[in-house]
């Protein structure tokens, strides 16, 4: 059973680390349970044992009340001591678990390819750490020791039913059987509901995310009437099925303590034709009776906690699926190294020298070191995202160490996708991507992209400092390295110019700074990354032409005899490529340098001059 | 607060009222029903009297169905109520979300949005829940238990009425004490929640960077942040059941001393002891009912309070009475207009200075100028995303002021430059533009767009699936179905904020001359860094740091003006030589 995995598997975390703490919480829920009892029978003997034997002697001695009262005292207080013990245990375990299971999630996150993130909605992600998780937390606080507290109670309540009368025990047996066919059928119904619940409120969080996002739009596009009626939607049916969660869930309590009333009556009907017939005692009914009250109240404690069971489950099982997700494969295990040159041999060091080199470990167990040059070669490459669709036909291409490469071609025409394919975002259908003249599915992917560093069309920003933001680039640099990249990527002025600097906070959404500006912090956040081989794609686009030009200069100085990839719609950007390869429908219908293309008079030449359109 | 967030129960106040109704009908069949339970045993059981048993205990069945009708109906209310108030609340935060103006659409995150109106609602609305049933339940039961504890003994009661405020006493201080606790724990959710999205949204920067244990650090400690902050909330709440046993159990040895005095004394009977005691334990189930409540309640407070943050925001932008519905023609007049950004950071920092512009309606007005230089601040006031801080901005020859937003927000229509595509197709995504387009009209839009051919060339056309941002299409394609969105609207006047920086020069130049034929009478103002997006426009506009450095015809500023000069050398530099060629 699925839902016998999932709780197997969410309660291993539990007893993977919280053993100890959790063996004290049961004891404690256990104590704590049985002196509840306890307080029962204590009345019962008070009045029996103490009080009536007083009434009847002369002398009133009143110390064996002293004694039980103290006892009592002792007893009730361990009682208080455990409850408030596996109260506060509890929250270490579940606080714990939640964090780790949080944990796991986001670092198992991280390992997914792309096509996970390109399939799945935001906000539907972001439900899942929230929405589930704090499902989880419900249960595992509340739902779990209260569920086992109850079955302490009443499995003790049991033994003394059993202990006082067999067959008024199969009376109330049959009742519990009634019980569980009605939470069955209205947990049944309920858990459905609630199940519906959680993924109508995964499908509102999705669209509330994305419209907050876009936001912007929707006040451009006077979209806010419609959007009102999208969301209205969502949220009925989100209304819909919560009330019908709810009503069932608010039904059961009332359905199981009122079956328990009928059974007591039941048991008192029998009893009392048993004591007038007398195989039965009087006081032996009016204490089973008390037990049949004793032994339905937990009862109806657990019904109530079945439904926030069943949405942690629910829940669970997302959070599973994610953690799940098969990993984006790496079989690759060559790896980069830093290397220092001696008599024409690497060596490898841990110093940064500035100079890398490929760790080959051979299948014979060889090791070899090859420098990193930041040759790329595609061999008859092909590629598609769905299986069926082709995108790239039969790239070939090649690039030497320290050329500049340009791709050129019409939107659509697949030039962001060929970088994506270098740093393995995606993987190839056919052919062979060489690096250095290995093939990159040999290459250790975090190896391999961080020999290549990329600039995004889309830039995206953390919320953090500016200093904190151009950092990413090299987690251990200096503020020095940091103003020497801004400065080059030019951004340094504008930074000045905020009344905080480098310490103004930017927000992930962008608010406040231009979409130039951005770019800016992205080139500097490359430059600072200072890598072997960097692929800017549309890095410029809203930057003006005359910042552009600074920075260009500044990037090929720092990018001089290293590889470099670009993606440009501006052709003064890539006029002094080495190789400019003119893209159309996925397939190179040209290549050369800006001179070789011109005098080949066709689509570049028409490009540069504005005479010809590829689209 | 409490009353603020009243006003969303609206159409469910009859299910709000009938709730506590039936739960009152419940609780007196419940404290009938151990009443004749009481009275089957002493009379019944020990007087052996088989059909009083029977008599009682149909009464009691019946009682028992009773009840459990009762009990279904004030559960089905319930759960109308609270689910109907929650949907209130969601709404009236997503409505209100949509007359935020940028500036307060900037104050709060996405994701804190997006929690504020999911996790937070849910925890008003479980307390809501709670409140209707538990809180008129709990209370009841126990005046009911004290009046019987009191009719059996007032000295007895005493113990009760000194326990109670006692408890009570000690129940607020927890609440109080965990209260700014959960308040920092709501925060921190916050933080997880940007942490994650703006992972999710930048993963590709994060793997490119191999940033994936960087990221995994941040969200350790957002993480651990949560972890330590609820546990501390949680610390403080941990001491709610056993102060209430503690209390309630020293009531039970309290009562057990001086009954049995009372008793010894002659003044009570051995069975009131065990009633007193009974009732004792109803107290403390009903006691504990209410700790549970005030929990929730502790904890929806914090919520709460986040919720009606988003509802009372003021929109900084709102409708005039008797505003004007329709903008006379596409002219636009910029009057001494000083901008400055309301936010923390830049008080103080004039986005705009002192513009002052003319422009006639038709005409095509190129925007150029270096990279912060605030051309989008300048656009922005057209349409009133934001309002200009002094002097007045004029549409059709009347203070933007003055008109209705949505009649001046379709009349300007504006392709921003972070503009955003929505799951759906690319026919829906378009229809944002115009609501009832045909299918003619959208590809009207597309061809002038210069976005129909590409589109057509997609297996499913103008159904073919976008995922959410547009991810599916490049940056070129997102970027002409954005204004071909922009386009159905028939607007007056075409803002173009960098809006084809992905576009080849080709198409770029494709698309504005489909302007200049068929939308000839449309004001169009065209944001670029290509100056051939600009060169053929009717005026230039070159901004520099906030203010006007020059306007003029392409010509015109060739000549007198040194930036446009400069940036168009560094540009056509290549082609002319080329030509020359």
């Known amino acids: 059973m699925k839902k016998g995995k999932t709780i197997k598997r969410l309660l291993s975390y539990v007893t993977k680390k919280y053993k100890c703490q959790l063996a004290i919480v049961l004891i404690s829920i256990i104590i704590s349970a049985l002196v509840s009892v306890v307080g029962v029978q204590f009345i019962k003997y008070l009045i029996d044992n103490i009080i009536t034997p007083m009434l009847d002697s002369p002398t009133k001695d009143f110390t064996p009340l002293v004694h039980l009262l103290v006892i009592m005292a002792i007893i009730y207080l361990i009682g208080v001591i455990c409850t408030y013990l596996y109260n506060r245990l509890m929250i270490n375990i579940s606080q714990g678990v939640l964090n780790e299971i949080r944990q796991e999630m986001f670092v198992h996150m991280q390992k997914l390819s792309i096509s996970y993130f390109d399939a799945k909605g935001h906000g539907t992600i972001m439900s899942t750490y929230t929405n589930d998780v704090d499902t989880l937390r419900q249960m595992l606080s509340q739902s779990i020791p209260q569920v086992f507290s109850a079955t302490v109670s009443m499995t003790a309540v049991f033994i003394a039913m059993l202990y006082t009368n067999v067959y008024l025990t199969f009376v109330v047996l049959a009742m519990v059987i009634l019980m569980l066919f009605v939470s069955k059928y209205l947990g049944g119904n309920s858990s459905k509901y609630f199940v519906k619940q959680q993924e109508d409120i995964g499908k509102l969080n999705g669209y509330i995310e994305e419209m907050m996002e876009g936001q912007k739009v929707v ?27 709810n009503m069932f869930a ?65 829940g669970a099982e997302r959070i599973f699926e994610l953690i799940d997700e098969p990993e984006e494969k790496d079989e690759g295990y060559v790896t980069l190294v830093n290397v220092k040159e001696e008599n024409g041999k690497l060596i490898e060091t841990e110093k940064r020298t500035g100079l890398w080199a490929w760790r080959h470990e051979h299948k014979d167990g060889t090791l070899t070191y090859k420098k990193l040059c930041g040759e790329v070669e595609f061999v008859h490459v092909e590629f598609g995202y769905v299986p069926n669709k082709i995108i790239l036909h039969d790239i070939s291409l090649e690039a030497k160490e320290g050329e500049k490469v340009s791709f050129v071609g019409a939107t659509g025409a697949g030039k962001t996708t060929i970088t994506n394919l270098i740093n393995r975002f995606y993987d190839i259908n056919k052919g062979k991507i060489r690096y250095d003249g290995i093939n990159i599915e040999k290459i250790k992917k975090a190896d391999l992209r961080r020999s290549l560093g990329m600039v995004l069309q889309d830039t995206s920003l953390f919320t953090g400092t500016i200093k904190e933001n151009i950092r990413y680039g090299k987690l251990d640099a200096t503020d020095e390295e940091i103003v020497a990249a801004a400065k080059l990527a030019n951004a340094h002025d504008f930074i000045e110019s905020l009344p905080k600097g480098y310490d103004t906070i930017v927000s992930g959404n962008g608010a406040g700074l231009s979409q130039g500006q951005r770019q800016l912090l992205s080139i500097a956040r490359a430059a600072l990354n200072n890598p072997p081989v960097l692929i800017l794609d549309e890095a410029t686009s809203s930057i003006d032409t005359r910042t552009e030009k600074i920075v260009q200069e500044g990037m090929d100085k720092l990018m001089h005899g290293r590889t470099v990839f670009v993606i440009a719609h501006r052709l003064s950007t890539i006029k002094n490529s080495d190789l400019i390869m003119v893209l159309d429908h996925g397939r190179i219908i040209e290549r050369g340098n800006h001179e070789e293309l011109m005098k080949l008079k066709q689509t570049y030449y028409g490009l540069y001059t504005g005479a010809i359109e590829i689209d | ?356 512009l003319k422009i006639k309606s038709g005409e095509t007005i190129g925007i150029i100028g270096g990279t912060g230089s605030s051309k989008s601040s300048l656009v922005q006031l057209i349409p009133r995303l934001y309002e200009a801080t002094h002097g007045e901005v004029l549409v059709g020859g009347k203070n933007v002021k003055d ?91 075409l803002i173009l904020d960098d809006s084809t920086s992905a576009v080849d020069t080709k198409t770029d130049a494709l698309i504005r001359d489909a302007f200049r034929q068929k939308i000839p009478h449309t004001t169009k103002l065209i944001i670029a860094q290509r100056i051939t997006s600009v060169m053929d426009a009717d005026r230039i506009i070159v901004l520099q740091n906030g203010q006007i450095n020059g306007v003029g015809t392409h010509e015109e500023l060739l000549k007198k003006n040194q930036i446009y000069r400069e940036v168009y050398e560094s540009q056509m530099k290549g082609v002319e030589e080329s030509e020359k060629r």
């Open chain 2, 1 to 356: 607060m409490i009353k603020k967030l009243a006003t969303f129960i609206k159409e469910y106040k009859k299910d709000a009222i009938l709730t506590p109704f039936f739960v009152v009908l419940e609780v007196i069949m419940e404290v009938l029903i151990p009443f004749l339970m009481a009275k089957i045993i002493d009379v019944g059981i020990y007087g052996s009297d088989v059909s009083y048993i029977i008599k009682i205990g149909t009464f009691l069945i019946l009682a028992a169905i009773m009840s459990l009708l009762f009990g279904m109906l004030s559960g089905r209310y319930a759960a109308k109520a609270s689910a109907g108030f929650a949907k209130n609340l969601r709404q009236a935060m997503f409505y209100k979300v949509q007359d935020y103006s940028f500036e307060n659409i900037n104050k709060f995150s996405t994701s804190s949005l997006v929690t504020r109106m999911t996790t937070d609602v849910t925890n008003v609305q479980m307390a809501f829940q709670m409140v209707i049933r538990t809180l008129v339940r709990g209370p009841l039961m126990m005046v009911f238990a004290l009046l019987m504890v009191l009719t059996i003994s007032p000295k007895l009661a005493l113990i009760f009425l000194i326990a109670i405020p006692f408890l009570g006493a000690i129940l607020i201080y927890i609440a109080l004490k965990a209260h700014p606790n959960f308040e920092r724990v709501f925060k921190k959710y916050d933080a997880l929640n940007r942490v994650v999205q703006e992972n999710v949204q930048a993963i590709r920067v994060v793997k490119a960077y191999v940033r994936e244990d960087y990221e995994e650090e941040k969200f350790k400690k957002a993480n651990d942040d949560v972890y330590k902050n609820f546990k501390a909330a949680e610390k403080i709440i941990a001491f709610n059941s056993p102060a209430m046993q503690l209390t309630i159990y020293t009531c039970i040895l309290c009562i057990s001393w001086i009954g049995s005095n009372l008793i010894v004394g002659n003044s009570m009977q051995t069975g009131e002891l065990s009633t007193m005691i009974s009732y004792a334990w109803q107290i403390l189930a009903s006691l504990m009912m209410l700790s549970m409540v005030f929990v929730m309640i502790i904890m929806a407070t914090s919520s709460a309070e986040r919720i009606l943050e988003v509802i009372e925001e003021t929109p900084s932008i709102k409708n005039k009475k008797n505003a004007l519905k329709e903008v006379k023609n596409g002219s636009i007049e910029f009057k001494h207009v000083d901008f400055v950004y309301n936010d923390e950071q830049e008080k103080n920092k004039y986005a705009l200075k002192d513009i002052n």
């Open chain 1, 250 to 314: 608010n039904i059961l309590m009332p359905c199981i303590m009122n079956i328990g009333n009928i059974g007591y009556v039941l048991v008192a009907v029998i009893g009392g034709i048993l004591s007038v017939n007398h195989i039965l005692t009087i006081g032996a009914i009016a204490a089973f009776l008390q037990y049949v009250k004793s032994f339905t109240n937990p009862l109806g404690q657990v019904s109530q906690q079945m439904n926030s069971m069943v949405m942690a489950l629910a």
């Open chain 2, 403 to 493: 008109y209705d937003l949505h009649a001046l927000r379709d009349a300007v229509s504006m392709v921003l430059q972070k503009n955003v595509l929505f799951s759906g197709t690319i026919a829906e995504n378009l229809r944002w533009g115009k609501k009832d387009a045909t299918d003619e009209e959208l590809e009207e839009a597309c061809k002038l767009a210069q976005a129909d051919a590409f589109i057509k060339e997609f297996p499913s056309k103008y159904e073919t699936v976008l995922d959410q941002g547009g991810t599916n299409v490049s940056g070129g394609q997102k970027q002409r179905i954005c204004i071909a969105r922009a386009l159905l609207k028939k607007p007056k006047i």
């Open chain 1, 219 to 245: 006040k451009v596009f006077n979209y806010e009437e419609e959007n009102k009626i999208a969301f209205d939607r969502l949220n009925n049916t989100l209304c819909e099925s919560m009330t019908k969660a």
